[in-house]
């Protein structure tokens, strides 16, 4: 595509004149390791590492133009414009032929329920033959090809390029994730949502958008972007958006689902009508909506079942914001005929303000509540434990997440149910910089089958 083009469509400012009429770009880059020859490299200036800096070596890899925020001494062309990562977006729908006119998207957002949602709405599609694609913080799906998963929502470049894949791979549609960090960073700018779904909004992310007020904003402007809005009317900031929305299709989560849901938990009889509602945007009958809601046997991490045969449950689930860790303990106090025990942390380098809440949660829910370390990252483990005993400092603490999985199932007793939140389908442990191999669901398969032989 011709430089001048791209430029237009980002309105950027040295983006005509001889110097640029004849460049030809062959691909979009914002990561050096990803510079072809003919590149546009893109210098988005970031919290690490300034692209700007980076410059000199794309060019050496072969970026034949760049796009800037200031003038480099660089030796190819350089669009100027005030905000590279806003520009991203425009070029990309630009380059990729804006895959979304033609691609069906019907997203979810919200704090909980995001991926479970996705899936559902998928499966629905799927069993309508829209031939949907899938893009959720679990796994990717173009086509035929199962990939895996990175950001949640990519950035502008690897999003529409992944859209533009879709179309070529004979997607018609696609059920995604659709993130509130992803919008205030312009990943999802350009992007036209066929259907755009609201699950429930309580504290998380504070740490990025400082206010719940500025968390909403960031979930509400997604709508902007939107052919039809569904939302949660069960929830207090779905019933707002809804206010704003006059033309959004309200979901009652107490209404009558006709599909027998094979997903436990009254929270996912919630998301299975709000993805029902969803698909009844886009066209499809009820008959497809059933069949495909009936045809998810469950999700990984969430509220997944581990079962060795022994005469409790055990639930392994993502829960790892109070909301989430509320809704979880509740729907399985529902199932629970004796005790309820929960094993549960906080990550740490994430919004330190939901650690007390969840500990209040967790004590306050669960008959017996073990605080353990999640993914500390770059955080003492006893320093986050420390935060999360400010709310709640009768919990019982083993910070060993092992032993204390170990330490829940031994005390499990018939009837009871044993919830592990925090990490669910996550396959490793971020400790100082270095991710361990861990899997709440292999660790507690492993003490359950232990046992059982010394049973």
Not at 331 to 343: D, E, H, K, S, Y
Not at 350 to 368: F, H, N, Q
Request: charged letters at 25%.
């Amino acid at each position: 595509m011709n430089l001048a083009r791209l430029a237009a469509a980002m309105s950027a400012s040295g983006g005509s004149g001889p110097e640029i009429a004849g460049v030809a770009i062959a691909d979009l880059a914002y990561r050096t390791s990803t510079v072809e020859p003919g590149a546009l490299f893109f210098c988005v200036p970031g919290s690490r590492f300034d692209g700007h800096d980076l410059a000199p070596e794309a060019v050496r890899r072969g970026a034949v133009a760049l796009v800037v925020e200031r003038v480099l001494d660089a030796a190819v062309p350089q669009l100027v414009v005030d905000d590279v990562r806003a520009a991203m977006p425009p070029a990309s729908v630009e380059f990729f032929g804006d895959p979304t006119r033609t691609l069906d998207v019907a997203a979810v957002t919200g704090t909980a329920g995001k991926t479970t949602t996705t899936y559902l709405l998928h499966a629905i599609l799927e069993a309508a033959g829209r031939r949907p694609a899938l893009l959720t913080n679990l796994e990717r799906r173009v086509g035929d090809e199962r990939l895996p998963a990175d950001l949640n929502t990519p950035e502008a470049i690897d999003l529409q390029r992944l859209f533009r894949a879709m179309l070529d791979a004979g997607n018609e549609t696609v059920a995604m994730e659709a993130t509130s960090i992803a919008q205030v960073k312009h990943r999802l700018d350009g992007t036209r949502f066929a259907v755009l779904a609201f699950t429930n909004l309580s504290q998380d992310h504070l740490d990025f958008h400082g206010t719940m007020e500025e968390y909403f904003a960031a979930k509400r402007r997604l709508f902007d972007q939107a052919d039809h809005a569904v939302v949660n009317g069960g929830d207090e900031w779905g019933r707002r958006l809804a206010a704003e929305l006059p033309a959004a299709t309200v979901v009652d989560p107490a209404a009558p689902l006709a599909a027998s849901l094979r997903l436990r938990g009254s929270f996912n009889r919630a998301n299975a009508l709000l993805a029902a509602a969803s698909a009844r945007a886009l066209g499809v009958d009820d008959d497809a909506i059933v069949r495909g809601l009936e045809s998810v046997r469950g999700i990984p991490g969430r509220f997944e079942e581990v079962d060795e045969g022994q005469p409790f449950t055990v639930l392994v689930d993502y829960a790892h914001k109070p909301g989430s860790l509320h809704t979880v303990l509740t729907a399985a106090r529902g199932i629970a005929t004796g005790q309820l025990i929960c094993v549960f942390g906080c990550g740490g380098d994430r919004d330190r303000g939901k650690r007390p809440l969840m500990g209040r949660i967790a004590s306050d829910l669960a008959d017996r509540a073990i605080l353990t370390s999640d993914n500390p990252r770059s955080e003492d483990p006893q320093a986050i434990i420390d935060d999360v005993l400010a709310g709640a400092p009768e919990l019982e603490v083993e910070p060993d997440r092992r032993a204390a999985i170990e330490l829940a199932l031994s005390a499990a007793r018939d009837g009871d149910v044993v919830v592990v939140a925090g990490k669910g389908h996550e396959q490793g442990q971020e400790i100082a910089g270095e991710t361990h191999p861990f899997d709440d669901r292999a660790v507690a398969r492993e003490v359950l089958r232990k046992l059982g032989a010394a049973a």
